[in-house]
Structures are given as C-alpha cells and as structure tokens.
C-alpha cells in the first residue's frame, strides 16, 4: 500500500479542499470526531506540535499526532499515543483510504494526492485507536492544507519565514496569510514570536473571524536559564500559572520561543475545552519530549548536531543556537540540500560558523546533485569538498573533528537528518532495518513491507 500511496506524489500539490472533503466523506469524516490543536507556521511548527502532545500524554490524556514530513519511516508521521502504528494497522487505514480515493475518482471527482491521503489515513487511524484529542501540523500553508478541513480546539501560528515561495508568495505578509488560513470564527489563536509584519496579519485573521487572538511572546515568559547541546532550562509563568524550571531535552536558543508558543497552546486549549492540565504535566511531559533532528545531539565526542533546517531563517537560527550552546570551533558542516529551496542563501548564513564542509546527496527524489551544493558552498567561503555518500562524509567530517578538536553539524534537510542519526545510532524508535520510502532510501534494498 505504501507504494500505492507514493504513487499519488504524480498529482502534485494542489489547492482547494474539495477532494479532500470528498474522501473524508467517503470514510464517515473522521475528522469531525477530533478535538484538535491546529498547528501552522514556517518555523518551529513541528517541535511546538510534540511539546503540545507531550504534555498532553503525561496529563495522562490519550491523544494522536500527525506531522509531515518523515525522516525515515513513514509511520512517523502518525504518533498514537506517542507511538508509530503497528504495520498492519497502518496498512488497513491505507487500503480504506486508497478505495475512497478510488470510489471519489470513480464518479468524476479529482485523483487524492499522497497528502490527502496521508491526512485521510491520519484521521481515520486516530478514530479506529479511539482517540478523540490530537495535534495536527500542516504540511504546506494552511488556507488550502489538506489538514484544514478540522475546526479545531485552538489554532496556532508559529514563526513565519520566506520559505515555499512558489506556493506561498513571495512576502512575509502573503505567506502569513496562508498560514493563518487555519484561523477558524470563534477558535482560539495563539500567535508565536515572529516579524511584526506577519504577526499583524495573523492578528488581522483572527479579528475578521471573532476569534480570541493570543500573542505566545506577551502572553507567555519564559527566561532562559541555560541552553546547551543536552537541551534547555528556562523559567516559565503563564497568566494561570507559575512553573518554574522547566527543562526541554531539544536543544537550541529557538526552543525558547517554541516553549512558549507551546505553553500558550496548551493553556488555550485547557480553556477551551476544560482538559485537566496540572503543572506536573508541564514538566514531566516537556522533560520527555521527543523531536528527532532539531538540533540534536546525536554524538558526544566529538560532537555531532543534526538539525533539518532547511531555510535561511533556520540557518539563521541554528547559527545563533550554536553560538548560545557555545559550541566549540572549528565547525565541520555535512550539509545536502533540495533544489527548490534558496540554498545560496541558507549557505550564505551560515558560513561564518563553518570552517570546512562536505556535500552529500540528499535521499529524496529534488536532491541538489552534490557537486552543485559543493560549489554554492564555495561560493559562501566555505572549502567544501564533494562526497558521493552520506557515510563517507559523516566519517571524514568526524575525523576531522577530532583532530581539530570541533564539532561536526549536518543539515539542510530534514531527510538528511533521518538518514545521518540512522547511520549515528542516535534513532529514537524502533526502525527493524527497513527504510520507510522506496523512493527515498540511500542504499539498494526492498521497500518497507506492510
């Protein structure tokens, strides 16, 4: 079925929910079942989507997660519980998905594309667990998401950044518009740190629908005592409560913002719906959180940071993370990039924290070829050298760490950031040796059976 799905990326990205609603249809609309925190942002969306469930889970709340895209296996994207479905599980909710889309198609409807579907299949595997509280991220925008078919608990905006621009538009202001399509009459909106010029559109968004609007950054404080490679420690006080210390195992200045964007959506969401949310939860839950390759520390000695920023806003922020983290010179950077992406610039951003580089493949179908991404690097100041494999890269990077007595950090994509904490033993669930997409994987090999 996977293959199946896969498949459907022919159709592209297209705008508008009318399929969408169409195969929900289909499939009794299991999304109407679900009470939802509706996340959508640039930047941030995704570590904002596991504290949020994180929290959830350790109030002793059964709750869903669903986020795009995967790093390794698919069924990343579909947390039940904190857990990835069992295989066959997933396999049932596909084949139901895939007869919709095909029943849908069959009386003249549009072909579902792979996001649909997968959205579809999110929804209808959180029905089947039971669960009737989840988090769900957007993929791409918001207005026309296939994910914004949900009313949901609260809706939330995280930072917004130029990225996507051929779908998006080409100004903060236009991308924040799209983002904040999410926005629903009468539903909370919690607002995270970002430009003023977004944030005035999602304050806008919010007004034209009646809906509370809840800016994270006055709302939340959140006072950063430390922010190391192992995570970040910050005092935190909300207008109900005060927290205290609180420690988040995600690593990097940033969080900061996503701690409180977090916090906030939480609170909106106790409000909204009466869910029992002690400040226990706040702590055990952020102390256990769980987002691979942001900023991670995969390795100790020396140290090795994956982090699947992928934009210059990103490259922007890992490059202060790295400063705060006081992340030891020199840098060795194994970077690959996707060639819909402004690599000049991401590379520009970062090269005065780099001192060497190694460009690699990226394991997906819009890879920029290792030489072009080496050349750019060049271009940046960086001495970078061309490596046909992601192997061979992390083991000359890490060597040269060691005898330079740095670090080694691996971006550029989030694709790539599976594959290297795969390859550096640092994977936080179980993979059994498979590889998630036949059309992503590094290495010969068979597609993951379901």
Same mark, same amino acid.
């Given at each position: 079925m996977l293959q199946r799905l896969f498949a459907r990326r022919r159709f592209g990205m297209r705008p508008g929910l009318e399929t969408t609603r169409a195969l929900l249809s289909r499939l009794g609309d299991p999304q109407d079942a679900l009470a939802a925190i509706h996340v959508a942002g640039t930047n941030g969306k995704g570590s904002v989507a596991a504290m949020v469930a994180a929290v959830l889970a350790a109030a002793g709340l059964r709750a869903g997660r669903y986020t795009s895209p995967h790093l390794l296996r698919f069924h990343e994207r579909f947390l039940l519980d904190g857990s990835p479905p069992a295989d066959d599980a997933l396999a049932d909710a596909l084949a139901e998905v895939e007869a919709a889309a095909a029943a849908v198609a069959g009386e003249g409807g549009q072909p579902a594309t792979f996001f649909e579907c997968a959205t579809a299949a999110a929804f209808l595997l959180f029905r089947r667990a039971g669960l009737r509280l989840a988090v769900i991220e957007t993929g791409l925008g918001g207005r026309f998401d296939a994910t914004n078919v949900l009313t949901p608990l609260v809706s939330v905006v995280t930072r917004i950044g130029l990225d996507h621009r051929?779908?998006?538009?080409? %100004?903060? !202001? !236009?991308? &924040?518009?799209?983002?904040?399509?999410?926005v629903k009459p009468g539903r909370p909106v919690v607002c995270g740190a970002m430009p003023e010029e977004a944030r005035q559109v999602v304050r806008a968004a919010a007004a034209a629908c009646r809906a509370p609007f809840v800016d994270a950054a006055e709302t939340i404080a959140v006072a950063p005592v430390s922010a190391g490679l192992d995570g970040l420690v910050a005092r935190v006080t909300t207008p109900d409560r005060d927290l205290g210390k609180l420690r988040v195992p995600l690593a990097g200045a940033f969080q900061a913002e996503n701690l409180a964007t977090a916090a906030a959506a939480l609170e909106a969401a106790a409000g909204a719906a009466g869910l029992p949310l002690p400040d226990e939860a706040f702590r055990d839950g952020l102390a256990r959180v769980c987002w691979p390759g942001r900023f991670q520390l995969a390795v100790r000695e020396p140290p090795v940071i994956v982090d699947g920023a992928h934009n210059p806003d990103a490259a922007a922020a890992l490059r202060e993370a790295l400063r705060r983290a006081r992340v030891r010179q020199p840098v060795a950077l194994v970077a690959g990039l996707c060639a819909d992406k402004d %690599? =000049? &610039?991401?590379?520009? %951003?970062?090269? =005065? !924290?780099? @001192? @060497?580089?190694? !460009?690699? /493949?990226? /394991? =997906? /179908? @819009?890879t920029l070829p290792a030489a072009d991404t080496a050349r750019l690097m060049r271009s940046a100041g960086i001495g970078a050298v061309e490596a046909a494999e992601l192997p061979t890269a992390l083991a000359a990077a890490r060597a040269w760490a060691a005898a330079e007595g740095g670090a080694v950090l691996v971006c550029g994509s989030l694709f790539l950031a599976g594959r290297s904490l795969e390859l550096l033993g640092a994977w936080p669930w179980p993979l059994d040796g498979r590889p998630a997409d036949p059309n992503e994987q590094l290495a010969p090999g068979p597609p993951a059976p379901l």
């Open positions: 051929e779908q998006l538009g080409d %100004t903060l !202001a !236009a991308i &924040a518009g799209e983002k904040a399509g999410i %690599t =000049s &610039a991401f590379l520009h %951003t970062l090269a =005065s !924290a780099v @001192r @060497r580089a190694w !460009a690699v /493949p990226v /394991p =997906s /179908p @819009r």
